[in-house]
């Protein structure tokens, strides 16, 4: 691969670190503060994403779309790092979970009705989605194991089950629901027995039982919660490609979702190691600043050589899936999937360390920044899954 941005993408990188710079950082104190006051969605998202779209930062996240920039997985890595850098900046930009994902599904799987109806108004930032799959009851790591029901009833589907961890059900923008669940529980191939079928979230039957804290923090702006659905009833042509489906769309959305999250871990820990520097450097300890203590010295290389290679694994996985498609790249995948999150929450740590007490109070970011690096090591898989995948994907060379 070649490791040079396109000037295109270097123009875009100078222009959305403009944006950062001069709305976003600014608004960082603006926005804890309210959420720190009960808003989980603070005005200022909604007030700086005109902005963003004016200046054509907006919907980069979708690949070769009429919507957005019309950009390669590769050409997006480095702008996604960018909007990592602050938790809730790529929704400024029409590109945070799980709206990416669930936009791509629309575009990929939905229907011309689907795509007018709810793809649309998410591109254009009008409204918000949720993506329904895990459950309480069940080891969803395994997603053959979704026990939520999806029955036929002449036109239309009856809907049951609880989920959990559905980000974004709570706000009140969410719109629609993209809901996974069996169709075919007997099915003797169980990648076939599940399907996803599009809920409004309107739709009699739906209770939000309650927000889900992460770590004690809110979960802002993504908040999770815990959905139950009870004989909910929407029309037959609401299912995603067809009965028996829904394994195969999970596993289409899952791979660019995967990457997103890694790319802007990466923009999340590249700012931990800049607080990690400043606060060291500006300390003093046992007669000298604590950034000439070798620990700190050690910490701070190794923060470095850890990013670094987590970037490059990116890169190459992005490369690839735009060389051989997503599928194609379950490998390189597999293997972002658990480095760049373990090594956010390393880094991410270690300036906690260096921040002392300061580092696990709020004032500084870092304890809401690692406890959202820790959630990336369950969420679309857990480093389990993946390091079995790998596993087995490097015996299998040797049959």
Same mark, same amino acid.
Request: aromatic residues 8%; charged residues 25%.
């Given at each position: 691969?070649?490791?040079?941005?396109?000037?295109?993408?270097?123009?875009?990188?100078?222009?959305?670190?403009?944006?950062?710079?001069?709305?976003?950082?600014?608004?960082?104190?603006?926005?804890?503060?309210?959420?720190?006051?009960?808003?989980?969605?603070?005005?200022?998202?909604?007030?700086?994403?005109?902005?963003?779209?004016?200046?054509?930062?907006?919907?980069?996240?979708?690949?070769?779309?009429?919507?957005?920039? =019309?950009? %390669?997985?590769?050409?997006?890595? *480095?702008?996604?790092?960018?909007? !990592?850098?602050?938790?809730?900046?790529? /929704? @400024?930009?029409?590109?945070?979970?799980?709206?990416?994902?669930?936009?791509?599904?629309?575009?990929?799987?939905?229907?011309?009705?689907?795509?007018?109806?709810?793809?649309?108004?998410?591109?254009?930032?009008?409204?918000?989605?949720?993506?329904?799959?895990?459950?309480?009851?069940?080891?969803?790591?395994?997603?053959?194991?979704?026990?939520?029901?999806?029955?036929?009833?002449?036109?239309?589907?009856?809907?049951?089950?609880?989920?959990?961890?559905?980000?974004?059900?709570?706000?009140?923008?969410?719109?629609?629901?993209?809901?996974?669940?069996?169709?075919?529980?007997?099915?003797?191939?169980?990648?076939?027995?599940?399907?996803?079928?599009?809920?409004?979230?309107?739709?009699? =039957?739906? %209770?939000?039982?309650?927000?889900? *804290?992460?770590?004690?923090?809110? !979960?802002?702006?993504?908040?999770?919660? /815990? @959905?139950?659905?009870?004989?909910?009833?929407?029309?037959?042509?609401?299912?995603?490609?067809?009965?028996?489906?829904?394994?195969?769309?999970?596993?289409?959305?899952?791979?660019?979702?995967?990457?997103?999250?890694?790319?802007?871990?990466?923009?999340?820990?590249?700012?931990?190691?800049?607080?990690?520097?400043?606060?060291?450097?500006?300390?003093?300890?046992?007669?000298?600043?604590?950034?000439?203590?070798?620990?700190?010295?050690?910490?701070?290389?190794?923060?470095?050589?850890?990013?670094?290679?987590?970037?490059?694994?990116?890169?190459?996985?992005?490369?690839?899936?735009?060389?051989?498609?997503?599928?194609?790249?379950?490998?390189?995948?597999?293997?972002?999937?658990?480095?760049?999150? %373990?090594?956010?929450?390393?880094?991410?740590?270690?300036?906690?360390?260096?921040?002392?007490?300061?580092?696990?109070?709020?004032?500084?970011?870092?304890?809401?920044?690692?406890?959202?690096?820790?959630?990336?090591?369950?969420?679309?898989?857990?480093?389990?899954?993946?390091?079995?995948?790998?596993?087995?994907?490097?015996?299998?060379?040797?049959?």
């Amino acid at each position: 691969m070649d490791f040079e941005f396109s000037p295109k993408v270097q123009e875009l990188q100078q222009r959305l670190n403009a944006f950062m710079d001069e709305h976003v950082y600014p608004n960082e104190a603006r926005f804890y503060k309210e959420v720190a006051a009960g808003n989980c969605w603070p005005a200022v998202v909604g007030e700086l994403k005109p902005r963003a779209r004016a200046a054509g930062l907006w919907n980069l996240f979708l690949p070769h779309s009429d919507k957005g920039a =019309g950009l %390669t997985n590769l050409e997006y890595a *480095p702008l996604c790092e960018i909007m !990592g850098r602050v938790l809730w900046s790529p /929704e @400024v930009f029409n590109c945070s979970a799980p709206d990416t994902g669930n936009m791509e599904v629309f575009a990929r799987y939905g229907t011309e009705a689907h795509k007018q109806q709810w793809l649309l108004p998410l591109l254009a930032g009008e409204i918000r989605s949720c993506f329904a799959m895990t459950e309480p009851a069940v080891a969803s790591s395994d997603a053959t194991n979704i026990q939520s029901s999806i029955v036929r009833d002449g036109d239309h589907y009856l809907i049951n089950g609880r989920k959990w961890f559905s980000s974004g059900a709570p706000d009140p923008r969410c719109k629609i629901f993209i809901f996974m669940g069996k169709t075919d529980p007997d099915n003797p191939d169980r990648h076939k027995q599940q399907s996803m079928i599009l809920v409004p979230r309107d739709t009699p =039957g739906i %209770t939000i039982v309650r927000s889900l *804290p992460i770590f004690g923090f809110s !979960g802002a702006p993504d908040v999770p919660g /815990e @959905v139950l659905f009870e004989n909910v009833r929407v029309p037959a042509q609401n299912m995603l490609l067809g009965e028996g489906r829904g394994f195969e769309i999970a596993q289409g959305r899952l791979g660019p979702g995967r990457i997103h999250h890694c790319m802007r871990v990466i923009g999340v820990a590249e700012r931990a190691l800049e607080a990690m520097c400043k606060r060291t450097r500006s300390r003093v300890a046992f007669g000298k600043p604590i950034s000439e203590q070798t620990v700190t010295l050690e910490r701070i290389a190794e923060s470095r050589i850890m990013i670094d290679q987590a970037r490059l694994l990116v890169l190459n996985a992005a490369w690839m899936m735009d060389i051989v498609g997503n599928k194609g790249a379950k490998k390189e995948i597999a293997m972002i999937k658990v480095a760049a999150p %373990t090594m956010a929450c390393r880094v991410i740590d270690w300036a906690i360390q260096a921040h002392g007490g300061g580092g696990i109070t709020d004032d500084f970011g870092l304890a809401m920044a690692y406890a959202n690096a820790r959630v990336l090591r369950i969420v679309d898989g857990p480093d389990e899954v993946h390091r079995n995948q790998l596993g087995k994907l490097e015996l299998a060379k040797y049959k």
